[in-house]
């Protein structure tokens, strides 16, 4: 495990960017595992950056989502869909054909996670899957449960992360309960993973994340077990590692 510490958003931004692209570099054909809501914003300005100054080539990468709202279909602005493409796909030369998000208005929500779980596998398992983290703990959409999620599942938001996500809906507007998400299990399996942690509401969770149990409790536990795991935060972030013997690199902005 790697923990990077950083003193700002830019800063971090750019080391998360840095090594996406080192990733791309190393595999062309790699596989991404990409994540939404406010903390990749910044790494995917960066990459779309990197793409047009430094030609960064996206052509023959491939690309699955981590979840997707249950409920929401591609073209309205609160889906993932909609997200990372305004935010990624559409300013990079990455082909709509190979990226993959769960299909929130499938008819049959079982089968498209079974189908997510086996296109995964069919392209050989993801090569780096970016992450955040929920402040409950939750990655992906695996909220804090008595078990550990195996693959791509059906799950219920927890009333948490309805609250979080709440500043993305307009007021009267129906927020989503339920999601599609990538598995525990399926993060797990990633040869590398990277996440992207920041704000002291994440504290407490990064802590847990870090020093807690390994515990479904706290999904993000399951990452101690990870066999190539790079954590990076902000200050406030990691605030709560204090008293923790952690061995954090700290790298301050020129
Ligand atoms: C999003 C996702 C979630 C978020 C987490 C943190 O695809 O899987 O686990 O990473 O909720 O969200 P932000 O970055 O908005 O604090």
Request: hydrophobic letters at 35%; charged letters at 20%.
């Amino acid at each position: 495990m790697r923990i990077i510490r950083t003193d700002n958003y830019d800063a971090l931004c750019k080391i998360a960017a840095d090594i996406i692209t080192a990733q791309i570099l190393l595999k062309p054909n790699c596989v991404l595992g990409l994540a939404t809501g406010s903390s990749p914003v910044g790494v995917y300005k960066m990459l779309v950056q990197k793409h047009r100054d430094e030609h960064l080539d996206f052509s023959r990468v491939r690309s699955f989502n981590l979840d997707e709202y249950v409920g929401l279909s591609p073209n309205q602005e609160q889906s993932y869909a909609w997200f990372m493409s305004e935010h990624l796909f559409k300013h990079i030369n990455i082909l709509p054909a190979n990226t993959d998000i769960p299909n929130g208005i499938a008819e049959n929500i079982q089968n498209e996670c079974d189908r997510y779980d086996a296109k995964i596998t069919s392209c050989g398992g993801i090569d780096l899957q970016l992450l955040g983290i929920g402040q409950n703990g939750h990655i992906g959409f695996n909220e804090p449960s008595s078990s550990f999620t195996c693959g791509t599942n059906h799950t219920r938001l927890s009333d948490s992360t309805i609250k979080a996500n709440k500043q993305y809906f307009e007021t009267g507007k129906r927020i989503p309960t339920h999601a599609i998400t990538m598995g525990c299990r399926d993060i797990l399996q990633s040869k590398r993973a990277l996440m992207i942690a920041l704000g002291d509401n994440k504290a407490l969770a990064v802590r847990d994340m870090l020093t807690g149990p390994i515990t479904p409790m706290v999904p993000a536990s399951i990452l101690q077990l990870h066999r190539d795991f790079t954590l990076i935060a902000d200050g406030a972030a990691l605030s709560k590692l204090e008293n923790h013997k952690l061995a954090v690199n700290t790298l301050t902005s020129p």
